[in-house]
């Protein structure tokens, strides 16, 4: 075998951490979404990301349905059951401080997890690769195809949201009662309904998520939570509620395990991540892109 | 008297004829023995198959009669793979349930967690776990008294890795393990042994039980260049690893996954990733393959058919530590009764020649697990199933 040079490692320890960052900003993303409408941290985020991959499974593998009609569906069904999570979890609440909001996510988070083992067993499934597994070798690297796919759906789900937020009349509306909830509804905005919209977008967003990467690393019941924990600390790096901020923060806790991994030690990749999260909160605790006036209105 | 009434009385009845006839049978006395298993949680693929061979095994010797012409009955409790969990489930089988012996738990930890307990209680213990500390007292030397187990040893799975890399002449290796007590110890077995069978460890890099890719651990590996990879992980990291492996085009770099890639689903979810692969493997994942005359070969075909049959699912090897932890239990209380104290000395002196799913047993003074390192096969995949390997 040909020996592989340095250069080429690099190559390939950056196309890793990228592919695997995105997943990261993806989950990151949701949480944002989420949390810039109601300040609260979903953390059944990750559960999002985990049905997407066993729905598609169940879609695409199960009944068989081509791609382009088993992705919409997933992604629907998971949209569904966010906004039921909303309807359910979130809504009923009375005078809710954020804390309680908080602790009915975890629990939801709980359910979803125990009736997916449920339904789905405690094995991973497998999703076959969007257009195949034959890696293609790039200066020495090799990059598979489904890695395209997912930093390609995160250029995506960033474009389209950029354009949700900034030139949509229901995208203002959900910066608006990010910025005052109250002030948004004394303009006539239905707050309620915003809160679903973003339990909506972010389930969805997490589908996606969970529909790309499930073909690289399969999927099973438990996933979630290590997926929400990474997408939280992206989120966290990179400014909480800042999208640019999650976008940056999971690619860069993506490339330091990759990299920490294969120059320093994989023992401890996880801890270097995180090292570096402290090290930016300590200079910077608004994160990366966050500003510290937005953060002191938060009530969380 | 209306027919409502009539309908009334006879359920009532109906239903004191069947407690009678429970109590009755409760009267003539059962065997009670104790299962502690990983069914739910992140141990659950060691649990799950162990507790459905468990009741399979204690509803086939009831349909036959029980044992002694008793009625086995087994008392299963979820450990959900906590040590905490686990021994307050121990005790409650002990006091509560007044079991004669207990097999389980399902994992390492667990077991440790509860070894004390078993010699402060007197109670014999088969546990279906693979480290040697369970039957290996540091301050003696020697077996715990009332603690057995039924798996191989982490020593034999990297012992019968090493010797065929010897064979084929191979001293260079890169380790991946996964960062679980599992991947923790068969990495330290493998530092261990390398000096025995002359291995040079050129890598020796680690991932995380969830990780999604390690395409940067085998980057570096390969450019150690290696003459063998061994991969020590369990669930589906060890599939991951494998297809980041093909992706980075290493396939002169003979792959070996630990007897911990033991299960036909691992094969089937590579989805074509696994041809070529090595691993050592008991032989009740391999009843097919082994030769008419090998000892095991009867029951191992037996026990693959009677799962099939019930479960409609793929045999997973872990299941059969509980058909020989059980089925040991089982022949000690045919010759002395649910005395505990007879049955830990029958366990120690009398299981001699044992035919179980994962070996030969011979259990001794100075061993409480009973095996050596025949009782792995090197296995290779081979047209989507495992063959014997050369």
């Not at chain 2, 991947?183 to 050129?202: C, F, H, N, W």
């Not at chain 2, 000395?345 to 299981?351: P, R, S, T, V």
């Not at chain 2, 009782?375 to 047209?383: C, E, L």
Request: proline share 4%; charged share 15%.
């Amino acid at each position: 075998m040909e020996k592989i040079t340095f250069a080429s490692q690099l190559l390939q320890y950056l196309i890793t951490g990228l592919t695997v960052g995105s997943v990261y900003a993806m989950v990151a993303v949701g949480f944002n979404i989420i949390y810039n409408v109601t300040e609260i941290i979903n953390f059944a985020q990750g559960e999002f990301v985990m049905l997407g991959g066993l729905i598609m499974v169940f879609f695409h593998v199960a009944v068989g349905l081509p791609l382009i009609l088993a992705f919409p569906a997933t992604v629907i069904l998971v949209t569904l059951v966010g906004m039921l999570l909303d309807r359910m979890a979130i809504r009923p609440i009375r005078r809710p401080s954020v804390l309680t909001l908080i602790i009915a996510t975890i629990a939801a988070s709980i359910l979803i997890k125990g009736a997916a083992m449920f339904i789905w067993g405690k094995d991973p499934y497998d999703l076959p690769a969007f257009s195949g597994r034959n890696p293609i070798t790039f200066l020495g690297a090799v990059i598979q195809p489904q890695y395209l796919w997912v930093i390609g759906f995160l250029i995506i789900t960033v474009i389209t949201l950029s354009i949700f937020f900034n030139r949509t009349i229901i995208g203002k509306a959900m910066t608006a009662c990010a910025d005052n909830a109250d002030a948004a509804s004394l303009v006539g905005i239905n707050v309620k309904q915003m809160i679903l919209l973003s339990f909506a977008l972010s389930a969805g967003i997490g589908a996606v998520a969970g529909i790309t990467v499930t073909p690289i690393s399969l999927m099973e019941y438990d996933r979630g939570v290590m997926l929400a924990i990474k997408g939280f600390g992206a989120a966290i790096l990179g400014g909480l509620g800042s999208f640019p901020g999650a976008i940056l923060g999971g690619l860069i806790i993506g490339s330091i395990e990759s990299f920490g991994a294969g120059l320093i030690s994989s023992g401890y990749k996880d801890a270097f991540a995180l090292l570096v999260l402290i090290a930016v909160l300590f200079f910077k605790p608004s994160g990366i892109l966050g500003s510290i006036e937005i953060s002191k209105i938060k009530r969380f | 008297m209306t027919l409502r009434r009539i309908t009334v009385l006879t359920t009532i009845c109906l239903f004191g004829i069947g407690l009678f006839i429970s109590q009755a049978q409760a009267f003539k006395g059962t065997y009670k023995v104790g299962a502690l298993f990983a069914v739910t949680g992140k141990w659950s693929f060691l649990g799950d198959p162990e507790k459905k061979t468990a009741e399979m095994l204690v509803e086939q010797i009831n349909a036959a009669g029980g044992v002694n012409g008793r009625k086995l009955e087994l008392i299963v409790y979820d450990t959900e793979g906590d040590a905490t969990k686990t021994n307050l489930a121990f005790k409650k089988l002990i006091t509560k349930n007044k079991v004669c012996a207990v097999i389980g738990p399902s994992g390492s930890g667990t077991t440790m967690a509860i070894v004390p307990v078993a010699e402060q209680n007197e109670t014999p213990l088969i546990s279906c776990a693979a480290s040697y500390k369970i039957v290996h007292n540091d301050k003696t030397g020697k077996p715990y008294k009332w603690v057995f187990k039924t798996p191989q040893t982490d020593t034999m799975a990297a012992e019968a890795i090493y010797t065929h890399l010897f064979k084929r002449g191979i001293t260079k290796i890169a380790i991946v393990s996964v960062t679980s007590g599992f991947g923790a110890s068969g990495r330290g077995e493998l530092i261990r042994l390398a000096p025995k069978y002359g291995m040079t460890i050129v890598a020796d890099e680690k991932y995380g039980p969830k990780d999604t890719d390690m395409t940067a651990q085998l980057t570096k590996i390969k450019g150690k260049a290696p003459q063998a990879l061994v991969n020590w992980s369990v669930g589906p990291t060890q599939v991951t690893v494998l297809r980041n492996y093909r992706d980075l085009g290493m396939d002169k770099i003979p792959f070996y996954q630990s007897h911990g890639f033991g299960s036909r689903k691992n094969i089937e979810l590579a989805a074509g990733a696994a041809e070529g692969v090595y691993c050592p493997l008991g032989a009740c994942n391999i009843a097919e393959l082994l030769p008419a005359n090998h000892p095991q070969k009867d029951v191992t075909m037996q026990y693959m058919k009677n799962y099939k049959a019930k479960y409609n699912e793929p045999l997973s090897s872990f299941g059969g530590h509980a058909w020989d932890s059980l089925n040991m239990v089982v022949q000690a209380l045919s010759n002395v009764g649910d005395d505990k104290a007879k049955i830990r000395d029958y366990l120690e002196n009398n299981i001699k020649g044992f035919v179980g799913q994962h070996g030969v047993f011979n259990y001794s003074p100075d061993d409480h697990n009973g095996l050596t390192n025949e009782s792995f096969a090197m296995v290779i995949v081979k047209d989507g199933d495992w063959a014997l390997a050369d």
